[in-house]
């Protein structure tokens, strides 16, 4: 089973395909029928100001996802009409500068123009060092000075390294708070290196911040096709009975990309592809896979099972792994040609891995005597 592999979920009641009443809808049609159901929740029709204040706004996750993402909501009006977006970073940067870097993966038609010059009416941006409390003092009086700003809920998204949560959060904490308002904090993988280091973030977070304020995110379980693994899998009747070792010889989850580092090698030389991918994106996937039916959709109840499937799986070892670099390839065609150590941010000579793949066992009832689970990561570039 192939991350790789797309396909349209079918619905099958009995074993019989059910007959479809109508054609699909548009996404016209789609985003209609969500913004009744929004439009019915008293806390997104209400007319409190929200501001979603993106750290790392410089940074590669913020211009391929979080900008083009947030475009997106505004675009089809899934987001309160009241919302700004404020960016922080240390790069000296200006909102068109940004809208100029996330413009290549915003998609934005022609007739889309006045709805993103509005979309960018909403955005602004300040510069400053994360471990700098003048600088977060700065960031705090500029969301004052917000239409509404003084009573607006606030959300903080860190699409920050994990070096630097420590001193964002206390800084965020002492001197960014909403006192009126909500508060949230989105944390990004990867959660620190280690189960050391993992463990020490989730301590120091939950002495800044309750538990229900904050959220600790993988984006891409956002895919649409990771999405449809549930449904694939409990909303079909006929996989129910064959999902298991008995019927399935083994499961291959593969994640491939086109491109290289791109720039990013700094940030990946320091962790590396199994902290990097594996570790989250895979290893969620591989769960979804896996775990038995949830009580219900709730996101309580499908982390239970998760973890359920966590603690049946035995320690990986060495031999079970296999890891490897990608090297240019001299008949390819631009980027393809590069290799990893010809990115001018990676160092010079480094071993660290960009591919890799695991062999995993999961020992339960459901699992238990098939091949094995393997993860699969890698750039499709030669390796060496």
């Excluded at 009744?36 to 997104?44: I, N, Q, W």
């Excluded at 909102?95 to 022609?110: Q, S």
């Excluded at 538990?211 to 694939?232: A, S, W």
């Excluded at 660290?352 to 339960?364: H, I």
């Amino acid at each position: 089973m192939g991350s790789g592999a797309s396909a349209e979920p079918s619905t099958v009641v009995g074993g019989e395909p059910e007959k479809m009443s109508a054609l699909p809808l548009s996404r016209s049609e789609v985003f209609g029928e969500l913004r009744k159901e929004l439009y019915d929740d008293v806390e997104f029709h209400h007319s409190d100001v929200h501001i979603f204040i993106i750290m790392g706004a410089s940074g590669d996750l913020a211009k391929k996802k979080i900008y083009p993402t947030l475009w997106w909501l505004f675009r089809d009006g899934l987001l309160p009409e009241q919302t700004f977006f404020v960016g922080f970073a240390r790069s000296d940067l200006t909102v068109d500068a940004i809208r100029t870097a996330c413009l290549p993966h915003m998609k934005v038609a022609d007739t889309e123009a006045d709805r993103f010059s509005a979309f960018f009416g909403r955005n602004s941006y300040i510069s400053g060092k994360y471990g700098d409390e003048a600088a977060f003092s700065k960031l705090h009086s500029h969301l004052l000075s917000l239409p509404g700003g003084a009573d607006a809920n606030r959300l903080f998204y860190l699409a920050l390294p994990p070096t630097v949560y420590h001193d964002v959060a206390k800084n965020i904490r002492h001197h960014c708070m909403s006192n009126k308002g909500w508060n949230r904090v989105i944390v990004e993988k990867p959660f620190g290196r280690d189960l050391q280091s993992s463990e020490e973030l989730s301590n120091h977070l939950s002495s800044l911040f309750t538990e229900d304020q904050i959220y600790r995110i993988d984006h891409y379980l956002g895919k649409e096709m990771v999405q449809n693994l549930m449904v694939l899998r409990f909303g079909n009747r006929i996989f129910g009975p064959i999902w298991n070792r008995d019927n399935v010889a083994c499961v291959v989850l593969t994640f491939k990309e086109p491109f290289g580092t791109q720039g990013r090698g700094g940030y990946f030389d320091d962790f590396g592809i199994i902290r990097d991918v594996m570790q989250n994106h895979l290893l969620q996937m591989l769960c979804l896979v896996a775990m038995e039916k949830p009580a219900s959709t709730s996101s309580d109840d499908v982390r239970d099972e998760k973890v359920k499937v966590l603690k049946c799986i035995a320690p990986v070892t060495l031999s079970d792994v296999v890891l490897g670099q990608y090297v240019g390839d001299p008949e390819g065609e631009g980027e393809a040609k590069l290799g990893y150590l010809d990115d001018p941010t990676v160092p010079k000579g480094s071993t660290q891995a960009t591919f890799a793949t695991a062999v995993l066992y999961v020992r339960n009832e459901r699992w238990d005597g098939m091949w094995p689970f393997l993860l699969c990561y890698g750039n499709v570039n030669c390796f060496s």
